[in-house]
């Protein structure tokens, strides 16, 4: 590159990959109940319409429409129990509901009836899988993979033939032919500079070419072209590993509340929307239940430091929730409260022998045999007490814990779980939490590593009342550069 400059002027720099600049990429990620009908679609292909117009290049990804997924698992476990009705008729429901989607959304005749031929092979396709596994009565990981991935094949197809209809030059894209991933069926690892390089093979000339990829979330496939599918919840991860691979500008992950909010609004009205939080915290709350969105999708994201939005498509005008790397300083010392419940808790006192060498070891060792994750641990001299989500795996994990020690366990347990990066370094923080819950009887309280939670344990029964008191605690002059305050005053107002 030269530039000749003459005196005085300011040279104008021609910039190497000059397009990548100027392209404005968005990934915009679409969950379950954002495609659940045709009238959600209409609203999904509006908004990215509207991305389009606003001059931006959208890459779409789409989970499969609300259930599908649940509903192929279920077909899956039919079949290889041997009930091959059961199965054959719960995919003879999800065709008729594709096939009519499809009707509703693609008036074209052509585009209609290449959708519907294609979308009957993939049924007929399904089915011969599902009587297989009828016959053989088993059912692998990997074949679940290959049943469960038809959910956002169909729907990729589709949204993209309803895109078209309504403007949006859309192509579909076979996220298999993107999303290379080892082998651990049913949870597998994306390989991401294979990703990286394919998205660019893929992805990159579509968007160049002013066309708007529409791609599966959740599902990918191994080296020998086997397909994959990256966990539950998944498509929120595809959306942040295409993002990333892509270097998007933003990566938006649509769904169906306003986005992170301070409290869960049916528990506490009062609660407010979170307009920005850091990655740390997002995650934390993702892991404490806050149903909003996987932790382990904000990770490409994180190490690209792109901005992840959490947006609402039944209320686009809403700003949602920005999560960046190192969110602004916040009046606030938390930013929200989560909750955690069916939690039982354990404890294990070790009347005979006391702790000796080993015994926390033993101790896990039964936990782990049985697969029963722990959330929480604190320890004494003589006892180790312990919290669980999977409470239907007690009674045998109890059962040989009882050769080590005394046992004790009870069920119908809340975490209570405050997140927010100022509590760092805050002196008489627990003080001031345990004085707003001063009423309420507190098992275990854990501070965790990372500084930016602090939680506690209670009765079940308790967790409503101990939330609006925590909110009404830390909330009362919420921080207006943090939390949507102007929310809460027209409601007052009107
Ligand atoms: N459809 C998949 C699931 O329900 C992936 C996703 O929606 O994120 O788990
Ligand atoms: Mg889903």
């Not at 959708?115 to 993939?122: A, C, R, Y």
């Not at 989560?338 to 080993?358: E, F, N, P, Q, Y």
């Not at 020690?405 to 347990?413: C, L, M, T």
């Not at 001063?438 to 990372?450: E, L």
Request: hydrophobic fraction near 45%; aromatic fraction near 4%.
């Amino acid at each position: 590159m030269k530039v000749g400059i003459r005196e005085g002027e300011i040279p104008i720099l021609e910039i190497a990959g000059d397009e990548k600049a100027r392209m404005s990429l968005v990934v915009m990620k679409f969950g379950g109940t954002s495609v659940e009908d045709p009238a959600a679609i209409g609203r999904t292909a509006a908004i990215v319409a509207g991305r389009v117009s606003a001059g931006k290049n959208p890459v779409v990804i789409v989970s499969a429409m609300a259930k599908v997924t649940d509903q192929l698992l279920r077909a899956a476990a039919s079949a290889a129990t041997g009930d091959k009705t059961g199965a054959l008729s719960i995919s003879s429901r999800l065709r008729s509901r594709h096939k009519d989607t499809a009707c509703a959304l693609v008036k074209d005749a052509k585009a209609a009836s290449e959708l519907l031929t294609w979308m009957d092979q993939k049924f007929d396709a399904l089915d011969e899988v599902l009587r297989g596994l009828a016959a053989i009565l088993e059912l692998t990981p990997r074949i679940s993979d290959l049943i469960v991935s038809n959910g956002e094949r169909l729907s990729c197809r589709m949204i993209a033939a309803a895109f078209r209809e309504r403007g949006i030059d859309a192509e579909a894209v076979d996220a298999r032919q993107v999303v290379l991933t080892d082998s651990q069926y049913q949870k597998a690892a994306p390989m991401d500079a294979a990703i990286e390089k394919r998205a660019e093979e893929k992805l990159r000339p579509l968007v160049k070419a002013g066309k708007v990829p529409v791609m599966g979330g959740f599902i990918g496939s191994n080296e020998d072209g086997i397909t994959t599918t990256l966990g539950r919840g998944g498509s929120d991860f595809t959306g942040a590993l295409i993002g990333g691979a892509l270097n998007a500008d933003a990566i938006e992950i649509w769904t169906d509340v306003d986005g992170i909010m301070t409290a869960d609004p049916r528990v506490c009205p009062d609660a407010l929307r979170v307009k920005v939080i850091s990655f740390e915290e997002a995650a934390e709350l993702a892991y404490f239940g806050a149903k909003v969105l996987h932790p382990a999708t904000i990770l490409p994201a994180v190490k690209k430091n792109i901005p992840v939005l959490v947006l609402n498509s039944r209320n686009p005008a809403n700003e949602g929730t920005r999560i960046i790397s190192l969110a602004p300083h916040c009046r606030s010392p938390f930013k929200s409260i989560a909750v955690k419940k069916k939690l039982s808790i354990i404890d294990v006192v070790a009347s005979r022998m006391l702790m000796t060498h080993g015994y926390l070891k033993e101790i896990f060792t039964v936990f782990d045999k049985h697969q029963c994750a722990v959330d929480m641990v604190s320890t004494s001299e003589v006892s180790v007490s312990l919290t669980v989500d999977s409470n239907d795996k007690l009674p045998a994990v109890a059962a040989d814990l009882s050769r080590l020690a005394d046992v004790k366990y009870e069920g119908k347990k809340a975490l209570i779980c405050l997140v927010g990066e100022d509590i760092r370094g805050q002196n008489g923080m627990a003080a001031q939490v345990f004085n707003a819950v001063r009423h309420i009887n507190v098992r275990m309280i854990s501070q965790g590593a990372s500084e930016i939670n602090m939680s506690f344990m209670i009765d079940e029964e308790d967790a409503d009342e101990a939330v609006r008191s925590l909110h009404g605690a830390f909330f009362q002059d919420p921080d207006p550069a943090i939390f949507d305050v102007e929310a809460r005053k027209a409601a007052v107002s009107s």
